[in-house]
């Protein structure tokens, strides 16, 4: 996408190598949760949002239907309105986490192309795709809000898993498979992720 401010420059406030903060010493990243939609990528955040601040991690959560209540308001489900969605959740991300953060994104982002993009914006800091892999029977089953029966009724054009397609990770960091266990539990196979990969000490 073609820049229209020009005449700006960036300027870096990323910090290098682990930062300690308390007891427990970690290093910036992404952490991006995809799925689809009831399949758990919010309980999964918020749970390991929950873990990490517990042992002394700065992290904040970017919820895909938050942003769409604010930054994303103005976006739809066209092709071209989930990858800014993509975006643009990606460069929030990146501004946390350069600064002493560990970014959590939970969004469908149900497209490969979409992801790669989201993982581009990320470096060069670590970017962890988290695959919530959970069947569309039981993410139906659980339709917290109803969504999938409208989908099916045809009331929500463009629905993830029902009229719209979700391209599975080819290659994730992670895959949970969150029909078959809780959200804690999902979240604490993150942070192991996160310490096989440097990311994170052993402490936690």
Known sequence: MDQKSPNVQWQSYELNGF?????LAYSSCIVWLTGLPASGKSSIAASLQRQLQAGGVRTTVLDGDNLRHGLNRDLGF???????????TAEVAKLFASSEGIAIAA????????????RAIAAPLPYVEV????????CEQRDPKGLYSKAR?????????????????LAPELELFSGEGDADAAAESVIRCL??????????
């Open 195 to 204: 310490q096989q990969r440097g990311i994170l000490s052993e402490q936690i």
């Open 19 to 23: 930062q300690q903060s308390g007891q």
């Open 78 to 88: 066209s092709a071209e309105d989930r990858r800014e969605n993509v975006r643009r």
């Open 153 to 169: 009724r045809g009331e929500i054009p463009l629905f993830t898993g029902i009229s719209a397609p979700y391209e599975k990770p």
């Open 131 to 138: 695959y919530v892999n959970c069947p569309l029977a039981i």
């Open 107 to 118: 969004l469908v982002s149900p497209l490969v192309a979409d992801r790669a993009l989201a």
